[in-house]
T-cell receptor, first 112, second 115 residues
Framework: KQEVTQIPAALSVPEGENLVLNCSFT??????LQWFRQDPGKGLTSLLL?????REQTSGRLNASLDKSSGRSTLYIAASQPGDSATYLC???????????FGQGTRLTINP | EAGVAQSPRYKIIEKRQSVAFWCNPI?????LYWYQQILGQGPKLLIQ????????DSQLPKDRFSAERLKGVDSTLKIQPAKLEDSAVYLC?????????????FGPGTRLTVT
């Protein structure tokens, strides 16, 4: 059974810092991995999707990496801004399946 | 392109009452998912539809939860009777069946409080 863990559960940093969020999964037979952002009271917004054959994806100030063999992914946020404050969730999709298995999320607070 | 629509956005009911949620996926998306997200946790898949058929309902508490997707478009999720532990956000998502990515698009969710 696939289990996804995100550490830390919460993170608070001053504005302008670069930061890394971590995601680990127990079964390396994944099809792809997705990072989402969730604002309070809102649904999930997809940030980046990495196929299992890829090592990283970039979008603006965000960079996600994937090391399938070690069961790890990181989300790097450069030059953080107060607007980046949200909960960040990673989710993996097993080979041959469409459903996502989510981690519990990291609640990020960027202090002005 | 319109996103995934859900209603209502909020619902408060007493335990043992029944409740229903509605989802309208993105046009052309054949696959529809219902997730339950308990406070402080990641979403958990309850049921997945592909067109009209159920693909995965292994984590759906079938003694109280039911879902249907009429004509392969809109879907409703029902809870009867509700328990206190059903308090959560219920998220609907949809994805295209063709292509190899299966990226899911989520609606805003329905926040259910059971008192």
């Amino acid at each position: 059974k696939q289990e996804v863990t995100q550490i830390p559960a919460a993170l608070s940093v001053p504005e302008g810092e670069n930061l890394v969020l971590n995601c680990s999964f127990t079964d390396s037979a994944i099809y792809n991995l997705q990072w989402f952002r969730q604002d309070p009271g809102k649904g999930l917004t997809s940030l980046l999707l990495i196929q299992s054959s890829q090592r990283e994806q970039t979008s603006g100030r965000l960079n996600a990496s994937l090391d399938k063999s070690s069961g790890r992914s990181t989300l790097y946020i450069a030059a953080s801004q107060p607007g980046d404050s949200a909960t960040y969730l990673c989710a993996v999709r097993r080979q041959g399946a469409q459903k996502l298995v989510f981690g519990q999320g990291t609640r990020l607070t960027i202090n002005p | 392109e319109a996103g995934v629509a859900q209603s209502p956005r909020y619902k408060i009911i007493e335990k043992r009452q029944s409740v229903a949620f509605w989802c309208n996926p993105i046009s052309g998306h054949a696959t529809l998912y219902w997730y339950q997200q308990i406070l402080g946790q990641g979403p958990k898949l309850l049921i997945q539809f592909q067109n009209n058929g159920v693909v995965d309902d292994s984590q759906l508490p079938k003694d109280r939860f039911s879902a249907e997707r009429l004509k392969g478009v809109d879907s409703t999720l029902k809870i009867q009777p509700a328990k206190l532990e059903d308090s959560a956000v219920y998220l609907c998502a949809s994805s295209l069946i063709q292509g190899a990515v299966y990226e899911q698009y989520f609606g805003p969710g329905t926040r259910l409080t059971v008192t």
